[in-house]
């Protein structure tokens, strides 16, 4: 697959500047109830995700016993959950993934991959429903085993008491890593993201590689959107990088109060299901 985009930054025309500025905003001192509940989380997430954490949740995860269910009947089961990590939005989780494809599919109509990969990103969050807690699901990603970079969210006030910020062999900005190792041998912080890649591993989907690394990195701000991190990354990191900062735009800015007709859009996205994550998944 050749790594060109259709349209030059089609995102950049559908989204005014003045808009993109409502959007992530994480505010420490505000007190309505939807900062209090992201501050939460990310203090929960920021304190708890150390090493030995991800190691084990990825073990219990990986073991693909936890039900098994097509990829629209996981969709519905998003419809029970509203991501806490969230400032922007407050609705449930399905209505952003329709949201997030249909803008990809109207800049990039050839694209079918790319419009299927923006409906399922958030799929690992079905991990909630299965009883783990949302901090340990949902929200920006990060490495873990080497330092935590200014640009993780809240990084002043929420790491303080993460034992792996006290352990010498994880507390350096090299960590138990190497220079230039690449992404796949980076331990992150556990969540959607790392979980649902391994589940569409797992299944032998037929989405390219640019699909799946959008899907298990687009979480990772700190890398993508700020710039951090790159000496973890290799050559091949850097080519799929563009591919996950044009997913990021589509990501954010399509987020909107304004639920789509969703019955009218199934038929389209089943029949890439079909395509590409055909059949019966194990979660």
Same mark, same amino acid.
């Given at each position: ?112 991959? $790319? #419009?299927?990969?923006?409906?399922? !990103?958030?799929? &690992?969050?079905?991990?909630? =429903? ?5 901090? *340990? ?79 298990? $990195? #687009?979480?990772?701000?700190?890398? !993508?959107?700020? &710039?951090?991190?790159?000496? =973890? ?5 850097? *080519? ?44």
């Amino acid at each position: 697959m050749e790594n060109t985009f259709i349209i030059s930054n089609p995102s950049e025309l559908c989204y005014p500047e003045n808009k993109k500025k409502k959007f992530r905003e994480y505010n420490a001192k505000k007190d309505d109830y939807i900062q209090k509940r992201v501050r939460e989380t990310y203090k929960q997430m920021h304190t708890n995700q150390t090493v030995e954490f991800a190691r084990n949740r990825k073990a219990y995860w990986t073991k693909f016993d936890k039900g098994r269910m097509t990829i629209m009947e996981v969709l519905e089961k998003l419809n029970e959950l509203v991501d806490e990590s969230d400032p922007d939005l407050d609705i449930p989780n399905n209505f952003h993934g329709f949201q997030t494809a249909e803008k990809i599919r109207k800049a990039y109509p050839e694209l079918d991959w $790319f #419009h299927l990969t923006g409906l399922i !990103h958030d799929l &690992g969050k079905v991990m909630v =429903l299965f009883g783990e807690p949302q901090w *340990a699901v949902v929200g920006d990603t990060y490495p873990l085993g080497c330092s935590f970079a200014d640009s993780v969210i809240y990084h002043n006030i929420t790491f303080n008491e993460n034992l792996d910020m006290k352990d010498i062999r994880y507390n350096t900005k090299i960590g138990m890593y190497t220079e230039q190792c690449g992404l796949e041998n980076v331990l992150m912080s556990w969540g959607h993201d790392e979980y649902l890649y391994h589940v569409l591993v797992n299944h032998k989907t037929s989405l390219p590689e640019e699909a799946l690394y959008i899907i298990r $990195f #687009h979480s990772f701000f700190p890398w !993508h959107t700020s &710039g951090d991190y790159n000496y =973890l990354c290799n050559d091949k990191d850097m *080519a799929m990088l563009p591919w996950v900062k044009e997913f990021s735009k589509f990501d954010l800015y399509s987020k909107s109060k304004d639920v789509p007709d969703v019955k009218s859009l199934l038929p389209y996205y089943q029949s890439l299901i079909d395509k590409y994550i055909p059949g019966i998944v194990q979660w």
